[in-house]
């Protein structure tokens, strides 16, 4: 008979999900690894995503009715360029900390900086799922410009991404659209 701890490991391994069984859990530290790849992403149908290779470090602190959850997510996931369209690889780091509360009260305020985020369970609930949170955290820390370094993107694209004074369409002064428009404010 294996150790609780790895009979739950290879449960959620072959399964591929990300559960904490809280009722199964004894007093004390337990600690969970994952890992996420495009699947995971797939699973939620998110396009933006191209490839991950993320590991997923989970402590769960139980004492009583309080259960705190720590878990850290590193490694990187594979976006497109929004200047090129090339494939970028973003480093991930996230840190979650969450306290995990029976009820069905939702939580009116923001947690502080340092703080711990509340999450309701119902008391039916015997597992957590921590797959949406992860996800979540994930998406949220990508940025909202998605580039590669300066010089870094192809460069079979970004000749073709030139300035107006770089293209080599020539106009007149007297063919510019905007031409009639040139004595206006005098």
Sequence with gaps: ML???????????????????????????????????????DSFENSEILGAHLDADVRVEKSGRYIGVDCDVRGEVIVECDRCLDELD????????????????????????????????????????????IYDYVC????????????????????RYGTPEETEVSQEEGESPFSALKGMFQ
Excluded at 7 to 34: C, H, R
Excluded at 100 to 127: C, H, L, M, W
């Design 90 to 133: 973003m480093p991930i780091d996230v840190e979650i900390k969450l306290s995990v509360k029976y009820g069905n009260e939702e939580s009116s305020e923001e947690p502080q900086q340092g703080e711990r985020e509340v999450i309701f369970i119902p008391e039916t609930d015997a597992e957590m799922d921590m797959s949406q949170i």
């Design 3 to 41: 150790p609780l701890r790895a009979q739950i490991y290879l449960w959620v391994g072959m399964n591929d999900k990300f559960i904490i069984p809280l009722n199964g859990l004894a007093a004390g530290m337990t600690e969970f690894s994952w890992q996420a790849g495009k699947e995971f992403f």
């Design 140 to 159: 949220l820390s990508l940025p909202m410009q998605r580039m590669h370094d300066e010089g870094d993107c192809n460069p079979e694209v970004m000749k």
